[in-house]
């Protein structure tokens, strides 16, 4: 027993003073190697701030240049002209005035219409190098930049054919529907409704039973239709009588020469009903007292665009108290017209300015003292308010001297095209 033990006592002292690496001097000298202070960093960056990245490294790539876009494609907007159409597509003042200076001569500027699409190209050196605006079907205008450095405005107009077509029918319940059952579009309606604008009401005065004949000009591009071009000749028969009316020479006659223009339309609507007559003791809707409505009212929708009655000046175009939005037109034979209760006036016509018959002044509306949509058209003679229905407008002047002849023929012709339009009899 006491031989075993002095062996496990000289084993120990082996391992603990002999053995390299568990000795105590061995274990002393580890720890203080793991007490000494860390070697200190380099002072310098491993890689100097200037240095270029290591192959393969991805470098940080500077912000590209921000300028206008290459190419541009857009529609024109509700209220755009071309200065402000190219405005906002981003062209500075003296590019927006070079391509307007481009196309004049080439383009009529009262043409430009909302939806109208059109393209801005811009050249490797920033320059509007295009400018391309699409009219119509039929008509692109361009301003392109030329060899010579300046932008040089064309229009390229397509080939069109034209076709006679002659028509005729029985109202059943109204002439649009008797238009569209002859396959016309609506835009011969609103034609054939303009050229007896001053014989005819075709709200009130059209009936069952009435006849139409109409001879037109239709435009073609390849197979597709565009456009009614003119009514060469028109008739409408019925309840309120027989009206023909022929072009020639740039304005509509009858078949004797004499105008078919008078000094007054028959109504500024082209479709409304008469809600009110003139009565000089009526009893006022908003006020409940008897009071004069020295005019005719017209119920009509809210934004039914509202026609001057005739060719005349502008005197008046702002709110009027219980007249609502007015406008008063002053005319040849000291007849003065008053349109009331827009909603809006239209575009930017100005008191002083001539406006021609039909064209749109305003819209119909509820303003001032009213109970709904509709316009009040009132007329004065020599300053005194007069009933508008009684009113007998004066022709325009007809075809006379050595023109006569010329027009008797051409007019000689167009009648034997309506009298060959055969109308289904009712049976």
């Known amino acids: 027993m006491v031989l075993v033990l002095g062996a496990l006592v000289l084993v120990n002292l082996y391992v603990f003073v002999w053995d390299t690496k568990t000795s105590v001097g061995a274990l002393k000298r580890e ?8 070697a200190a960093l380099p002072s310098q960056p491993l890689i100097a701030p ?4 290591a192959a393969g490294s991805a470098a940080l790539a500077a912000p590209a240049p921000v300028g206008p876009p290459a190419t541009i494609d857009g529609k024109v907007g509700k209220s755009d002209t071309l200065g402000r159409l190219l405005k906002k597509s981003g062209l500075s003042a003296g590019e927006t005035d070079e391509v307007i200076r481009s196309l004049s001569g080439v383009l009529d500027f009262k043409t430009i219409r909302a939806g109208q699409t059109y393209r801005i190209e811009r050249g490797a050196d920033g320059r509007v190098k295009l400018f391309e605006l699409v009219v119509s079907k039929v008509q692109t205008v361009r301003a392109e930049r030329a060899a010579t450095g300046e932008l040089v405005g064309k229009a390229d107009t397509s080939q069109t054919r034209i076709e006679l077509k002659a028509l005729g029918g029985r109202i059943d319940s109204s002439l649009y529907a008797a238009l569209k059952g002859a396959g016309e579009t609506a835009a011969l309606v609103d034609f054939f409704v303009d050229v007896f604008a001053y014989d005819l009401d075709f709200y009130n005065d059209t009936h069952e039973g009435d ?6 000009e239709k435009e073609f591009k390849d197979q597709e239709f565009l456009r009614y071009r003119k009514i060469l000749a028109a008739e409408y028969h019925g309840k309120a009588g027989t009206f023909r009316t022929f072009w020639w020479n740039n304005a509509y006659y009858d078949a004797k020469g004499g105008s078919s223009e008078k000094s007054l339309l028959k109504t500024p609507l082209k479709f409304s009903r008469v809600s009110s007559g003139f009565d000089r003791r009526r009893m006022h809707p908003v006020l409940h007292t008897a009071r004069a409505h020295l005019g005719i009212d017209y119920a009509a929708p809210t934004g039914t665009p509202v026609w001057a009655a005739a060719h005349g000046t502008i005197t008046h175009r702002a709110p009027a108290g219980g007249a609502g939005n007015l406008v008063m037109i002053r005319h040849d034979g000291g007849i003065e ?3 009331m209760h827009l909603s809006k006036f ?4 100005k008191v002083g300015q001539r406006v021609a018959a039909k064209t749109v002044i305003g819209y119909v509306g509820t303003t001032g003292l009213s109970t709904g949509p509709h316009l009040h058209f009132g007329v004065k003679q020599n300053g005194v308010y007069i009933d508008p229905a009684k009113l007998t407008p004066m022709r325009g002047k007809g075809v006379t001297g050595a023109e006569i002849e010329a027009f008797k023929s051409e007019v000689g012709k167009l009648e034997s095209l309506l009298g060959a339009i055969m109308i289904t009899p009712v049976i």
């Open 31 to 38: 720890a203080e190697a793991k007490s000494a202070p860390a």
């Open 346 to 349: 239209a575009g930017d016509q």
């Open 50 to 53: 200037d240095a270029p990245p």
């Open 211 to 216: 006849t139409f004949r109409v001879v037109v």
């Open 337 to 339: 017209t008053a349109y």
